[in-house]
């Protein structure tokens, strides 16, 4: 993926074409009409996974250990951009280049591949860079430590990432992470985070992995602040084996109580408080088109939010648990996570 400079302000009919390009038809279109063109030509409705071909750091972008050095990506996916648009000339170059960060979905499975990638930003670029999805796909639950912390090294490298202050960069150096980077020193101006828990290696006998998922997205995500946004996102099986609560058939208000108890107990705190310390975050599921999502926001999300966010519906914990309580199928968001052919009565 190549990267161009970004260009903080459109570009205007004061700049005008070069001479090889003055007579160009396409040139001679309106600066709103070339900004659109280059809003569609850099954004995709797909995500952008992994977007640079190889990690290859040095001591000079971050200081990552050496066996975190040169990681190929075990998956990639960078959707075709129009990025060479902006390099056909030097009037082109001058296009609105914000939406290439701003309305991109940008995923990252490894530390080291969202290190290498916002290393290779410019600062203006950086400033840009205000949403990011983590996959935990190349992690794992087990083996953990008693109180569920898992001791994976793709874990930990998460664990760390998110939730070592910036200055624990000053560690002694035979400190194992004591070289790596932090999230909010890599992404200072994060609004939105989102945690794709899908492909997370959690089997385990007796439900073991189950647990160890609740407890790894709770010590994740226990120090992360000041956010607008903050998602848990899966499939259905993926966010209902948060909690260690067998699948039900038939009667299954019980159990739908239980997950909800479970879940909220190791959740519902962790991500008010990346948002608002004072508890007046709006915590929810969002549903739609085979996505399902845990969400945080700073306020009530709107029904353009939803949509803007890949959702289709939303409904807030508070009212998820009045409807489990007084048993009402229509519109529990739970139900919609255990699929359409879950009954309960």
């Not at 280059?38 to 000079?60: C, G, H, Q, R, S």
């Not at 898992?150 to 664990?159: A, C, N, Q």
């Not at 019980?254 to 879940?263: F, G, P």
């Not at 999502?293 to 966010?309: F, H, L, N, Q």
Request: hydrophobic share 40%; aromatic share 8%.
């Amino acid at each position: 993926m190549t990267i161009p400079k970004a260009n903080s302000a459109s570009v205007t009919t004061s700049i005008k074409p070069d001479v090889e390009s003055q007579h160009s038809p396409f040139l001679s279109l309106p600066a709103e009409i070339l900004n659109l063109i280059a809003y569609y030509a850099l954004t995709t409705t797909e995500p952008i996974v992994n977007p640079l071909p190889n990690t290859k750091l040095t001591p000079k972008h971050a200081g990552i250990p050496s066996e975190h050095l040169n990681i190929k990506p075990k998956n990639q996916s960078i959707p075709a951009l129009g990025t060479a648009l902006l390099r056909t000339c030097s009037y082109l170059s001058t296009l609105d280049t914000r939406p290439l960060y701003k309305h991109n979905t940008l995923v990252f499975s490894r530390v080291a591949h969202l290190t290498a990638f916002v290393s290779s930003l410019p600062p203006s670029n950086r400033r840009l860079l205000k949403s990011i999805t983590l996959s935990v796909s190349e992690a794992s639950v087990l083996p953990a430590s008693s109180d569920g912390t898992p001791t994976d090294p793709v874990s930990l490298e998460w664990l760390h990432y998110l939730t070592c202050p910036a200055h624990m960069r000053g560690l002694p150096p035979g400190f194992w992470c004591s070289r790596f980077s932090v999230l909010f020193a890599d992404v200072p101006y994060l609004q939105h985070l989102c945690i794709d828990i899908k492909g997370l290696r959690r089997q385990g006998g007796c439900g073991t992995g189950k647990v160890g998922t609740r407890a790894f997205l709770g010590h994740l995500l226990a120090k992360v602040k000041g956010l607008e946004s903050l998602e848990i996102v899966g499939g259905g099986a993926d966010i209902w084996d948060l909690a260690n609560v067998s699948r039900p058939f038939g009667h299954c208000w019980s159990e739908i109580a239980r997950w909800m108890e479970l879940v909220g107990d190791a959740l519902y705190e962790v991500l008010s408080k990346a948002l608002a310390d004072d508890g007046s975050a709006w915590i929810g599921f969002m549903t739609g088109k085979g996505k399902y999502g845990i969400v945080a926001c700073k306020t009530e999300p709107s029904p353009r939010d939803i949509v803007a966010m890949g959702y289709e519906q939303a409904c807030s914990w508070d009212r998820a648990v009045g409807l489990t309580e007084e048993k009402k199928m229509w519109g529990h968001p739970v139900l919609k996570i255990l699929g359409a052919g879950s009954q309960c009565s």
